[in-house]
């Protein structure tokens, strides 16, 4: 039996056929109907017309008589024809009619104009005929017709419908049912029975066998390819266990590789405390002698020269303490600090140091500066000696014989500043045009015979680019091998008024005892020397011990101690005078160390220092801190905010560099305080201690030392897994941060 599911195929066809049966019925019975209605409507004219030609002479004659009882018979007559409803005959002398009275229903009316010609006499008017037809009865019959017409043809087409529909379940329908549960079962996962139709072979295949083969063929194709996936398995699993295995291996090896990384890591550390001590100490003494050697009587060539070298001195130290700072810190960037100075003069301190060896390679120097160049500048001083040095020294390192020129040019001037172009020329080797895109990358020189004659790392011109950008310039060269070189770059310099003058001795500065404590006796010379040309009285110590006598003995003002000392160290000198109940218990005691790294600086304050001196000693330096010798001074360590950490970082890293820090730390909080206060709200300890431990070094080294406690024992609550312990520490910890949030704005804004 035929079954018509819902929304299938065959349903949808036998709709279809229905639907399209029923509107062709429609319409072919209006197309009957309208002809049916044209030949009634021809059968009505051709009566009006057979009783114009043949009823109105008689008519017309028996009016003319006054015969009323033929007249009668007459409209009778017309009265008989088909649909003639009413007739009616309106004269002069009488009104006669015949039929209905009333008539129901349209009615179609034509009226005959009755006229008669006597033998003698004109044409005579007697009135007029009205015939009335019954369109109703048309109507009616047109019904019937219509009527019976599509009851006929609707059911010889729902006849044919079915008859179709039936054909077409034989021959799609079925089969199609059959191919669906096929695909299901394939879908399942029975691959193995084939696909058979309920229908006779024949010799010619039509559209459904096609694709019965079609879908029995993909059946075979889908066993072929599990049957090759099962084997391939099987080919990977056995590549996985090896697979697995070699990745054993390489972890271990991963894991060493780690553990030799870290330990190169922790290398890296040391060698740079190491250089930062190694290399500070003999710069002590290079700037420290250098510095005496200014208050000698010496003629104005060699004051030049010691000038020169001081200054070489001065970049020297300055870029050791760039390496350290971007080796020390994780993240930040360095910028350069802006100072007044004479452009004039610094190209002139360059060319002083650098012309010896222009001599020894049989150059000449020269240097052309604009008029328009303003007398002082403001700016990054250090950086713009540093580049216009490499430049200058690549220049005669790469010019035998020749000629090197170093020009400064007003580009654009302004009301407070000026655009200048510094260039170094030379007549040397050149560079070819290949290499010059390349020539400011790190390790990169113009050729490898280059290298091997001439040296170096390749990293000057990187540096320069570096620290031309630093300043907001572009740098750039013009080079044709075998003729010559031109570097240049371009930069924007405030314009400033004459820098005032170093005092050269605290007006007013009370005259200290002070005990040194130094290994190096270079630099106790130094320090000696600086502070006894401002009227100090100073003591000098080699070693820690002889330190220790010195400050059993007598009463000192200030010490200075030398961290790295032969057996015990300065930091544990300092733990000894505290300890101590000799008269220095309380005496102000300084760190005289070229290791300066917060960390460190930390653990000298916590000694009991109350501040540190960088290495290389410098007299401005060395006065400030004097200076304060009987000045209010900020606790070492309040229970909030540690002011002389800060003070500390002020000295040694300016101004500049500790607001960059304190921003980054206030970054950091703002950071990590949703995230940190959100893990603490749940409980979540593993996060909270990564977050606290990461927040509590940086508050720590930055002087927050109320929020480095704070995060700390949250830590340890978290890292025990005390969980209601996190929780109950919630509200502490945001007042905390709020606090440090604010003491860092006023920080930033002081």
């Not at 897994?721 to 109950?728: F, N």
Request: glycine content about 8%; overall charge negative; hydrophobic content about 40%.
């Amino acid at each position: 039996m035929t079954r018509l599911q819902p929304g299938g195929l065959l349903r949808r066809l036998l709709l279809f056929i229905l639907l399209f049966s029923l509107c062709f019925t429609v319409l072919a019975s209006s197309v009957q109907l309208y002809f049916e209605y044209r030949r009634e409507m021809r059968d009505i004219d051709a009566r009006m017309a057979l009783i114009r030609a043949g009823y109105l002479a008689s008519l017309e004659r028996s009016l003319w008589d006054l015969n009323q009882e033929q007249l009668n018979v007459q409209l009778r007559g017309l009265v008989d024809f088909s649909d003639v409803a009413l007739v009616r005959l309106n004269s002069t002398d009488f009104t006669l009619q015949q039929g209905d009275p009333a008539p129901q229903g349209p009615l179609r009316v034509e009226r005959f104009p009755l006229d008669y010609q006597p033998p003698s006499g004109p044409l005579r008017h007697l009135g007029e005929l009205e015939v009335s037809i019954d369109l109703g009865a048309v109507h009616r019959r047109l019904f019937a017709t219509g009527l019976t017409s599509l009851l006929w043809m609707s059911v010889f087409l729902c006849g044919l419908a079915l008859a179709l529909s039936g054909l077409f379940y034989r021959l799609v329908t079925r089969h199609l049912q059959v191919m669906a549960d096929f695909a299901r079962r394939i879908g399942a996962g029975q691959w193995h029975e084939p696909l058979r139709l309920n229908k006779r072979r024949s010799p010619h295949t039509d559209e459904i066998d096609s694709v019965a083969l079609a879908l029995d063929d993909m059946r075979r194709a889908i066993l072929s390819d599990i049957e090759r996936r099962e084997s391939d398995r099987l080919a990977l699993q056995d590549k996985r266990d090896e697979l697995q295995k070699q990745v054993e291996r390489r972890t271990a090896s991963l894991m060493r590789a780690k553990d030799d990384a870290e330990a190169a890591n922790l290398a890296k550390s040391r060698f740079l405390a190491t250089m930062s001590h190694e290399l500070r100490t003999p710069l002590n003494g290079i700037l420290g002698m250098a510095e005496l050697l200014r208050g000698a009587g010496l003629a104005a060539e060699d004051r030049k020269r010691l000038e020169a070298l001081y200054k070489a001195g001065e970049g020297l130290l300055g870029i050791l303490n760039e390496v350290l700072y971007f080796a020390r810190l994780e993240e930040g960037e360095s910028h350069p600090e802006a100072v007044g100075f004479s452009l004039r003069q610094l190209c002139d301190e360059v060319l002083t140091l650098l012309e010896p060896r222009a001599l020894a390679n049989h150059s000449v120097v020269r240097c052309r500066i604009d008029p328009q160049l303003a007398a002082y500048q403001h700016g990054a001083e250090q950086y713009l000696r540093q580049v216009l040095s490499n430049l200058l020294a690549n220049a005669i390192k790469f010019t035998e014989g020749g000629e090197i020129l170093v020009a400064v040019e007003v580009v654009r001037q302004a009301s407070a500043s000026q655009h200048l172009r510094l260039s170094v020329t030379d007549n040397g080797i050149g560079i070819c045009e290949a290499m010059q895109p390349k020539i400011f990358g790190r390790f990169v020189q113009a050729s490898e015979s280059v290298a091997r004659r001439y040296g170096g790392t390749g990293l000057g011109l990187a540096i320069s680019k570096h620290l031309v950008e630093q300043m907001g310039g572009q740098i750039g060269v013009r080079s044709r091998e075998g003729e010559g070189s031109c570097f240049w770059f371009e930069l924007a310099l405030e314009t400033t008024q004459a820098p005032q003058a170093a005092v050269n001795v605290v007006t007013g500065a009370a005259r200290l005892h002070i005990l040194v404590v130094e290994d190096v006796a270079l630099n106790r010379e130094v320090v000696r020397g600086l502070l006894e040309r401002d009227g100090h009285t100073v003591w000098l110590a080699e070693d820690a011990e002889q330190g220790l006598q010195l400050c059993e003995q007598r009463r000192f003002d200030l010490l200075l101690l030398d961290v790295h000392l032969p057996g015990s160290s300065g930091v544990e000198l300092c733990r000894q005078v505290r300890a101590s109940d000799s008269p220095n218990r309380t005496t102000r005691i300084l760190a005289l160390t070229a290791s300066v790294q917060p960390g460190l600086v930390r653990t000298y304050l916590e000694a009991g220092m109350q501040g540190v001196l960088g290495k290389p000693l410098k007299l401005a330096s060395l006065r400030q801190a004097l200076a304060g010798q009987g000045q209010e001074q900020h606790p070492a360590t309040s229970n909030w905010l540690d002011h002389e950490l800060l003070d500390t970082h002020r000295t040694l890293l300016g101004e500049q560099k500790l607001q960059g820090l304190l921003g980054g730390l206030r970054d950091a909080l703002a950071q990590h305080r949703q995230p940190l206060l959100e893990a603490v709200e749940v409980g979540d300890c593993t996060e909270v201690a990564h977050l606290a431990h990461r927040l509590a070094g940086s508050s720590d080294s930055m002087g927050l030392c109320g929020l480095a406690a704070t995060l700390r024992r949250l830590e340890e609550s978290a890292l025990a897994r005390d969980t209601p312990g996190v929780r109950a520490m919630a509200g502490l910890l945001g007042e905390h941060l709020q606090r440090a949030e604010n003491s860092l704005a006023e920080l930033l804004a002081s």
